[in-house]
């Protein structure tokens, strides 16, 4: 019929929210004196037939609209293309704005332009897409027919958004650290590994970008942070992806209890500024931010929660057999600090809903983090749990160049003795901390289970537009 399928764009006058907006106020008589011509796109989401009049809805990316298709009014060519068309095919709409008997704001088309014509139908409108593995496989087909989905990933634009604004106004700046590294570094995690053919060598995705961002302060960018990508090589479950978003941030002069204060801080105006409120519903439970938030050591945790007796805390095979005895699996190199945080991991921290800060984390476990003065078997660090999952990790930086080589060398043992997750020795780090790294205090926070936080999603893959899955 000599109809272009695939056209290269279209001049819209309005979007559907900005007709909305301008003619949504006025009434039925306002509309009919209202002459003017405007056009919009969008794509067809559903079609009701009347022989020579049919009414559709199009969809653009910030809302729907009716449309009124007459064959008076489009010709009998226009009309005849028109009955050509269907649900899923992108279209242009020129005409005027008028209300229905029933009172629904409607443009009433004297011309349609076919914009794009879909191959394949959507998903049957009265069931929509429920199929999760369906809609996690083809996210686009979630979008188009689940707005809810679309106004969550809407939400996490503005987290993010809100989030970069929030340092920004405290002085930090914004950087962007290497995600191909010689050395992964930063984290307790496996990672993935490449080779570069022009440089002939090994390289790691990033696992964090702590030691990156550490290395910014010691060159004098004394308040810094990074939105970024990490990546680890582990298991796929409802709170782990193998890539995602995390902030992390570093500031000189700080302690891990300064940034606690600047946590309440973030949480609370960010969610007054993107819900009007601090209290949140997650998976059946209220959830009150107001700080301030719960502080409690790791060890009475243990004691208080898990039902730990004292005598476990520091005997290591008194450790082993509580964990064994709840079904806990463990390795034959696992520490006592790491028997006791799987003891967390399983027995605590599902319970810990309220926003709460748990510290004082055993330096074996905690390789980056400095040592506390009061008690050198356990560093200056805190983890936030909040709906049982982990929301952030921080901890007063390890500035130490000699007990770091330390740290590194007892990393270096963990990996040589079979842990794949164990950190590597990174001597150009502790090159740079020679140097002098500041006092400072640094944290990650995982973005991806703060918007399941605050929109009550109970899997990462539901706040991740394009999750890892296995191939069909």
Known sequence: MGVDLYPAGYKCDLSVSEAIER????????????????????????????????????KDRSGRIQAYLRKDKLGEEGFRIFKL?????????????????????TIL?????????????????????????????????????????????????????????????????????PMMQPIPGGATARPFKTYHNALGMNLYLRVAPELYLKRLVIGGLE??????????????????????????????????????????????????EVLGKKVIEYQGHSIDFTPPWRRIPLFEALREIAGLREEALTDIEAAASFAESRDIPLTRRDSLGKILTKIFDNLVEPKLISPTFIFGYPTEVSPLSRR??????????????VGGKEIANAFTELNDPDDQRERF?????LRESGDDEAQFMDEDYLTAMEYGLPPTAGEGIGID??????????SIRDVILFPHMRSK
């Open 23 to 58: 003619f949504g106020p006025l009434d039925a008589q306002s509309l009919e004196k209202q002459k003017e011509r405007y056009s919009l796109a969008g794509r067809i989401m559903s079609i009701r037939n009347f022989g020579k009049a049919s009414f559709i809805h199009i």
């Open 85 to 105: 068309l269907d649900i899923g095919d992108f279209v242009g709409i020129k005409g005027t704005f008028f209300r229905t008997r029933t009172g629904e704001l």
């Open 109 to 177: 088309a004297d011309e349609i332009t076919l914009l794009c014509k879909a191959l394949r139908p959507l998903p049957e409108k009265w069931h929509g897409l429920s199929d999760i593995e369906i809609r996690y496989r083809q996210r686009y087909l979630d979008l188009i027919v689940n707005d809810k989905v679309k106004d969550l990933f809407i939400l996490r634009s503005r987290i993010i958004r809100f989030i970069r604004e929030f340092f920004n106004t405290k002085g930090f700046l914004e950087v962007e650290t």
């Open 223 to 272: 308040r810094v942070f990074e939105i970024n990508r990490n990546f680890r090589n582990e298991g796929v479950s409802v709170e782990h992806n193998p890539e995602f978003t995390m902030l992390e941030f570093y500031m000189a002069y700080a302690t891990y209890e300064d940034l606690m204060i600047l946590t309440e801080e973030l949480f609370s105006d960010l969610l007054q």
């Open 372 to 385: 506390n003065d009061k008690d050198p078997s356990l560093t200056d660090r805190f983890e936030l749990f």
């Open 409 to 413: 060398n007892q990393q270096v043992a």
């Open 449 to 458: 289970r703060v918007v399941m936080l605050l929109t009550d999603s109970p």
